[in-house]
């Protein structure tokens, strides 16, 4: 999807493709795609078709990337359309000559740059001069300024409130929309201006797409999209007062600007458009709205457009809510997204996913039973990232069955290392992810894992977390079950599990959330519920664990209740593997009065 702002600046489009590590037609073509009707993934990929011409140095990259945008722009299509051919050819060469005029006659990579970039030695100076770096932005901003000039000239004339004019020019259907659509843009931009600078009011950004509009395009064809798209712009147009202005700025992503003065207004604006665009004939549709209330008027209005389609995304991940307003974070949270998936591959080629271990504690016994594997993402310049920066971007994006299988992996043979040396007493429970519960495949991994390790498969143990009314998760965990797993469930508690699960579960260990801890501390109802949760399960012969011990006083209170297992800080933080292993190392040593191995043996 384009992730640009219309608000954006030709130059500051094509400065950040090249950033992202596209080439200069690229860029160009990029940075004009909206104007020449093309969607950024397209016009990127024609201009890759020139990387060959281009790497043969023949013309700048920058000039076939403009000569390209000038052919959508003002080309022609019909053969007997002589008077646009002429017209476009004499503004080709009206484009050629002003970039020949600013680059004093070159024309192509090897006179700009003065070495030949098709030879290996003439590149390697190129590349130690950072000939590129120092030639390339300023030819890519003289080609934008020419290509600006060029196609302010050609609309020069056009007024900008009278499109029918636009109906009436030479030229084809395909242009007359471009410069129908150029205008729109200039209008809105203008009217938002001013807005901006007059309104005494509040004033927010509304940006708006259809979920999954790419499935209604396959399902319906692109023809009923184009409908859609229409019917929204419509509907736009009936609920908008005149000091509120839409635009449609790409595909199907919509920006309304409006005054308000109490934020409830902005919802009831939402909500009355949205009870319009809920459905187009046997269509459902289905929106998100990324709201922007402006605080600073002086920042620029790509600014505030970006917030508003951070909002927008944000909404698109969040469960309850299809209204956001931008909080500061989004940003945050969407570099974090973008740091993530540009570097979770290397994460695990180069290892920097690790196991810890936190040990499971028996209050009565004060020795360890077992312990939890938590992944730790060691980053050579971030240093270490936690599971709840990374864990919900790669549940998304499917990345966590890499991730799992391989703290998998690391679990068996911790285990089947811990045996090695006689420690047999200590299971290691593992999380697995809701994400593989929609198939098979974590069922074949496991069984490949444990054989491979030649473990028993009771050591290692699963941790699901279980939500009332959950049909698949239950089914997976009767069929985990039976493949003879032991089964942990997790944070159990935590909002949305029931005691009704209690009596019919595949389970065969309750965990209990830190949150339970906490509630158990402050309120008496708490507590009561912690006691039934407790007595229930000893009764249904369940196991009990307590996660998130901080206090001996929870310890105490625990014990009172009749609670033994319990995994905290109060005994242990998550540790690496290796101190893991001295501690049950020492722990063995102490009972039978042996075995001493130490981590170095790891
Ligand atoms: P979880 O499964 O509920 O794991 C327990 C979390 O509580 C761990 O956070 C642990 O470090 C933390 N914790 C333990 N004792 C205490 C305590 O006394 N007080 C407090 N405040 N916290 C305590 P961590 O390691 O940051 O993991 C967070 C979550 O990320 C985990 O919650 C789990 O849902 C997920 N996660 C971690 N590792 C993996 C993994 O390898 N695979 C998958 N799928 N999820 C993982
Ligand atoms: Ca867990
Ligand atoms: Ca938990």
Redesign the pocket.
């Known amino acids: 999807m384009n992730e640009m702002g219309w608000v954006m600046t030709h130059k500051e489009r094509a400065e950040r493709l090249i950033r992202q590590q596209y080439h200069c037609t690229q860029a160009v073509l990029g940075a004009f795609a909206d104007e020449i009707g093309l969607d950024l993934k397209t016009a990127l990929k024609i201009g890759s078709c020139f990387g060959g011409g281009m790497r043969r140095a023949e013309t700048c990259g920058c000039l076939t990337g403009a000569v390209m945008t000038l052919g959508m722009a003002l080309g022609y299509y019909d053969a007997q359309d002589k008077e646009r051919e002429v017209y476009g050819i004499k503004k080709t060469e009206e484009l050629v000559r002003r970039f020949s005029e600013r680059m004093e006659g070159k024309l192509n990579c090897r006179e700009i740059l003065g070495y030949d970039l098709t030879k290996t030695e003439e590149l390697a100076v190129i590349h130690e001069k950072n000939l590129m770096g120092k030639y390339c932005p300023g030819v890519l901003n003289a080609t934008i300024e020419i290509l600006e000039e060029l196609l302010a000239e050609h609309l020069a004339g056009v007024p900008e409130e009278d499109e029918t004019e636009l109906d009436n020019m030479a030229g084809s259907d395909e242009m007359r929309t471009i410069l129908r659509s150029q205008n729109r843009f200039r209008r809105f931009k203008r009217s938002v201006g001013e807005l901006l600078l007059s309104s005494s009011k509040e004033i927010a950004f509304i940006q708006f797409d259809i979920r999954q509009f790419k499935v209604v395009n396959d399902l319906y064809g692109e023809k009923i999209g184009d409908e859609v798209l229409q019917y929204v712009r419509e509907q736009l147009k009936a609920v908008c007062n005149d000091r509120q202005y839409f635009i449609n700025l790409r595909s199907d992503v919509f920006m309304i600007v409006t005054e308000y003065d109490e934020e409830s207004e902005l919802v009831e604006l939402i909500e009355r458009l949205n009870a319009r665009v809920s459905s187009y004939k046997n269509v459902k549709l289905q929106m998100t709205y990324g709201i922007y209330t402006v605080e600073d008027r002086e920042m620029e209005l790509r600014q505030m457009e970006d917030r508003a389609a951070m909002a927008r995304k944000a909404a698109k991940q969040n469960a309850v809510s299809r209204i956001l307003f931008y909080k500061e974070q989004f940003k945050e949270s969407l570099y974090n997204r973008k740091f993530i998936e540009e570097n979770m591959q290397a994460a695990i080629t180069e290892r920097q996913f690790m196991?810890?271990l936190?040990p499971k504690y028996s209050i009565a016994k004060n020795e360890i039973i077992g312990a939890?594997?938590?992944?730790?993402w060691r980053h050579p310049e971030r240093g270490m990232i936690?599971?709840?920066q990374f864990?919900p971007v790669i549940?998304d994006n499917g990345f966590?069955r890499e991730?799992?299988y391989y703290?998998w992996g690391e679990a068996c043979n911790f285990i089947k290392m811990c045996r090695q040396k006689g420690i047999t007493f200590c299971p290691i429970s593992?999380?697995?992810?809701r994400v593989h519960l929609r198939d098979d495949e974590c069922i074949k991994v496991l069984s490949d894992l444990i054989s491979g390790a030649a473990i028993p498969r009771e050591m290692l143990e699963l941790?699901i977390?279980e939500s009332v009314d959950d049909q698949e998760v239950s089914r997976k965990a009767y069929q985990l079950k039976d493949e003879g797993y032991t089964l942990l469930m997790?944070?159990f508690g935590s909002g949305y599990s029931s005691l009704n699960i209690l009596l019919e579960t595949p389970f065969d260990v309750i965990?209990l959330?830190?949150r339970f801890m906490e509630s158990m501390m402050v309120s008496g109802k708490g507590k009561m519920i912690l006691e039934q949760v407790v007595a229930m399960a000893n009764k249904l012969g369940l196991g009990l664990l307590a996660?998130?011990?901080?206090t001996r006083e929870q310890v105490d209170l625990l014990q009172r209740i009749g609670c033994d297992q319990v995994?905290?800080?109060?005994y242990a933080?998550?540790m690496p593997k290796e101190e893991f292993f001295e501690l049950l190392c020492a722990q063995a040593e102490a009972s039978k009065g042996g075995g001493a191995v130490t981590a170095a043996e790891l």
């Not at 939890?372 to 730790?376: D, G, I, K, Q, S």
């Not at 995994?567 to 109060?570: A, D, N, P």
């Open positions: 196991m810890y936190q939890e594997a938590l992944v730790r936690f599971p709840d864990i549940e966590i991730v799992d703290i593992v999380n697995v992810s941790e977390t997790d944070d965990k959330d830190k996660e998130g011990v901080e995994q905290g800080y109060y933080k998550p």
